[in-house]
């Protein structure tokens, strides 16, 4: 039995855009999930998850039987947490060369599911790296980020960067570009998030991008603008300039809820850190629900933020140095 764990993150600048080929710019977050797999005898998968969202809920199956989760969440969250897990076992089994490898897989996640957190990407990089582990291989750290890029990719129908799983798997604050990942240097960030207590699902929000992107050429151009707009991002982190990445991160929400993907619960947390003072604020990760990031070195936004209607938990987020983990094995 092999447990590992991988922390989630926030997007600074760049989710969405990033997908075509765009500068995107994660850090991890002292929010981890925890993944404990064990062989089975058999080749079933059988699958319990726990998060902050969900009181949990088991499901088991084996290559020809459908899944028939016993849960008390909806769904679509179940079904997409599943797409992920299956892929990520499929990526396990060929990296071990076993095909039929069976597994007991417990999720124990500090991160809720699809709330823009990075929820999957972590889900998916501690798991391959749980059970390629328990199966006897020991994977680098830029094999189970590359692994869980493949496992992100056929979760979403094709549509993922590398950003998610590169920045689980690594820890800190990172830049993607294409196939270009590396770690850079972040100042102290003064981060809070907001939590509307929903999930969206990133793979119909990436595709509804993708069709917005080809029907009309602004959604092209705002693509290309946010590109540029993580690029000054870049910059001003480099110089520790917390006020310019502040108006910055204001400017990238903007282009976001103009893609789509905000929410009016979204733009609610938005919009009461900034009455609050904090020096920029937008939403993280794939949008339709879930959280917002701001930057405020006082407690103002987090206060702001505890009497919002629609905000279920505001909270203050460290940075990550520590990327996947093995915690027990
Ligand atoms: C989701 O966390 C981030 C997106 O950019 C999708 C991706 O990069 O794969 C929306």
Redesign the pocket.
Known sequence: MVTSSAPGKV?LFG??A??YGEP?VPCAIERRARVTVEERDDDRIRVHAEDLSLDGFTVEYSSDSAATPDVDVSESVVEAGMRYVDAAVAQARDAADAPNAGFDVVIQSEIPLGA?L?SS?AVVTAAIDAATRELGVELSTAKVADRGYRA?HDA?NG???R??TFCSATGGAVRVEGDDCRSIEAPDLPLVIGFDGSAGD?GE??SGVRQLREEYDFAADTVETVGDLVRSGEQALAAGDLDELGKLMNFNHGLLAALGVSSRSLDGMVWAARDANALGAKLT??GGGGCIVALDPTDETQTALEFTPGCEDAFRAELDTEGVRVEDE
Do not use: F, W
Request: aromatic fraction near 4%.
């Open positions: 997007y989710e969405h990033v997908v995107a823009g990075g990407a992100e979403q549509d993922a960067s950003a998610d990133t929000l990436v990760g794939a």
